[in-house]
């Protein structure tokens, strides 16, 4: 017994520690416990009251159970029997009323944040309305205001509050920015739903997909952008600009043929699959090959050399997207394209 | 063959925990394969679609064919034997239950050998568990397989209805009834409501799948949502249903080794009762994310909370029954005991969870995936080991080594506890669940790494047990009927293992704790309420065994009448097997209504001699 003692003295400051540790870390870009916006925020204030709550419980019945388990161990050889005790009604209603004030104490903001949240912002003049549609494996952002659309990487301006619609055009996804808010699923058909959130901060903040939707459904990774209200100005003017073909015409035959047929850029091509406009100036090609000159890890290269893996491969990088592989570009057409994608920059921010 | 016919209710509880236990196994397997493949960041351990098939597997099995079972399994092993019965109340169903669970379960993984095992999870949310995004035969296997599997549970828990409210023996009023039967009693009342929802529901997504139907699928008209309700109302009271028999065993398990009556025995009643209520007002708080509006979001949130008052109160109760016992540790006491702090971190978890707001947050990450574990595994998985290192003399007539035992409970624990409880940590940080591979650089990496050490651990634990299981079975069978010397319940006044009409003479309960009342009062044994006589027994049957069988047959017939080639003219061969299928079904049934079968008398010299011989 003494060993299990121990034990739990031993874990319990590591324990304390690592609660500590951890509340204060985790990527202030992803974590729920860093959160960047106030609807995070609220969230993680309802978080932590219930995690206070029951704490107490957890405190209260690991107490009691290690007391009565030094305590009461039968000795060896020993053949008294204990009292046969029925109950205890005033116990059993202690037990049965502290629970229930606790649960008032934790039910009544609940209550009163779910309302919160749920309010619609979709008619709001002030907030910034985006369509969210999700797809096997990428993300939509559609702006109905400003009559454009972008994949992948959702740019906000800062501080503005952000109303989503949030649909589905295949199976069940949901579209989860965890730093910033909770979570809301995209249905097909009519079950549209509504959030809002904003970001009062500038800066990078990552999204994935939280429900199962298919074989790359961990890899359904995208961005948040808050950037100032002129850049975003800039940017919604700059993805409405036509954009060139590539100057070699072999490179531009083989894009226009085999890449416009589905993709977008600028004035040209068509809306089914994501829009490729400013491709050049994203985070990240895909949602996960993280664009930087500077890699580090087996997702990461520079956006030339991530434009040619995708587009060498996209299903290695996502097992099973719509893309495919495109049967019959050479690797001249692939390095050309890939080249001259990773220069349609858009050049927003100052 | 006796163990393919037989009807004994004490054969077909080992039958189930054979089957239950391979399945634990295989789902075992399955869960650490999936820990291998998160053990680091961009792993390629598995395939993508291997990935989703193992996850899914995994969760179907370990819900459906493992911890079902294992719970069937000791309440065929104990109630009879707790309520003063020879018998359930029909045996040939309770055979029929075991083999149609166990040929849906075969179905199931057959799935595995035949091109692909269903993949969309174990919730198999429309669409994409419909044929335009799972175009091969995975999702038909998961439809059939559990449908078929479903039946086996839906009679089996009317047997045991029926069992209690009429084959308890005299004296034994409801409010005298053993814990464990209580639990037994609440689960098959909630199996009885539920699982006719998952046939409903399986059945619209065969039409789905097998017959081009459009329940689910929004782009012929369907409501994709429809699916989740339909699941989930059987889905949330399937998690009572799994987790209530838990709390029976560890009420029995903490009484009998504190050597002290359960605390509060009518509140527990009520607890359980009120817990089974409840369980069917909560389902949608597995959908707060859906979008069903902040009334729904608000009042599922607070019922949900209120699950948490009587699930206190037997906490507290178990605490209390502990307090001033004099308590001994065996194992399967360890067991129970490591699963009071256990389940309670996995209740509170679920409080949190209830708070829709905040579980838009949890909702679909790795915390979820914590909760969930400490509740079926730190509970009900505890829970399970815990009756069978206590009943497995009475059962087998043999005791599990007590070394070999507590190694078991402390790598198993603390692999447990290392395995989940760092994935609470993982959800926060923002790890979404069912994903096959996580990037690197995301801070995720070292507790995953951990999780993985733990599940290894755990896989241990197991080894233990199985090497415990396989040793015992060379030990002579010399257990008493009492071996714990604190049995309270009438189980405990028989042989071990007991003969096959368990009670020569059905005792007369006098109290609660019935054996208890009678140490107490200075007796030996319970007064007998009838003279010892001839015993009526029914006869062994293979019958369910083919029906099981012809099940098996119509459903994969059924599930491949579109690839397959025509038999005569344009008829489906697939259709062809099929009906054979039914056919041997019903045969089966129709030898079963015409054959008049009496079963047979053990006589009276027979049982003396038993009694003779053993007591
Ligand atoms: C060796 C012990 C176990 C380990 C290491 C383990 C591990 C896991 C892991 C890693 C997942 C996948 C989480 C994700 O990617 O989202 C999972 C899912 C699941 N596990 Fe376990 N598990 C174990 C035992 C059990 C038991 C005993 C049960 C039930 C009786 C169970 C029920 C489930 C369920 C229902 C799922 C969800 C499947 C789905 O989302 O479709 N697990 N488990
Ligand atoms: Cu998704």
Redesign the interface.
Known sequence: MMKRWRFVKRLAPLMAMMVLVLAACGRSDLSTLNPQGPVAEEQFGLMKLAIGIMLIVIVAVFAISLFVIIRFRRRPGDKTIPKQVEGNHKLEIIWTVIPIIMLIILGVPTVQSVFNLAKDYSKDPEAVQVIVTSHQYWWEFEYPAYGIKTAQELIIPKGKTISITAKSADVLHSFWIPSLAGKIDTNPGANVNKMYFSAPKEGVYLGKCAELCGPSHGLMDFKVKSVDESSFDRWVAALKEPVALPSDPAIAKAFESKCLSCHAVGDLGGPAYPNLTGIGSRETVGGILVNTDDPQYSNEGSVYDNLHRWIKNPDEVKPGNQMGKIEDLTEQEIEGIAKYLSELKLNYEQ | MDWLTTVDHKKIGILYMIAGGFFFLVGGLEAILIRVQLWK??NNFV???T??ELLTMHGTTMIFLAAMPLLFALMNAVIPLQIGARDVAFPFVNSLGFWTFLFGGILLNVSWFTGGAP???WTS?A??AGTT?NGDHGVDYYVLGLQIAGIGTLIGGINFLVTIINMRAPGMTFMRMPMFTWAAFITSALILFAFPALAVGLAALMFDRLFDANFFD??GG????LWEHIFWIFGHPEVYILILPAFGVISEVISTF????L?????MVFATILIGFLGFMVWAHHMF???L??VA??LF??AT??I??PT??K???W??T????????TTANLFA?GF??TF??GG??G??L????????Y???YFVVAHFHYVIVGGLVLGIFSGLHYWWPKMFGRMLNETLGKLTFWTFFIGFHLTFFIQH?LG???M????????????FNEMNMISTVGAFLMGFGTIFFLLNVVITAFKPQNAPADPWEDGRTLEWTIPSPPPEYNFAQTPLVRGYDAYWKEK?DGHKGMTPAEPIGPIHMPSPSILPFFMGFGLFIAGLGFMYAKDWGNLFGSFKSGYALGIVGLLILFGCMFLRSVIDDHGFHIEEEEILRDMGGKA
């Open positions: 960041p961009l395939s993508a679609d990935y989703n993949d969309a999870g949310y669409p994409l995004y929004p782009s369907g409501n994709a949502v504190s050597r002290k009556r605390f509060g025995y009518s509140s994310t859906v979008g509006g902040p979001n608000a949130s607070i909370m209120l948490a008052v206190g109160i906490i507290f109760n605490l209390f502990m307090w001033g016992g004099s308590i001994k540790f005991v009071i702090p309670v971190m509170v978890t409080v949190m209830a708070a829709a707001p905040a579980d838009f947050q909702h679909d990450s940590f926060l940080l923002g979404p669940r069912r994903i096959w591979t996580y990037l690197d650089g995301l801070g107490t």
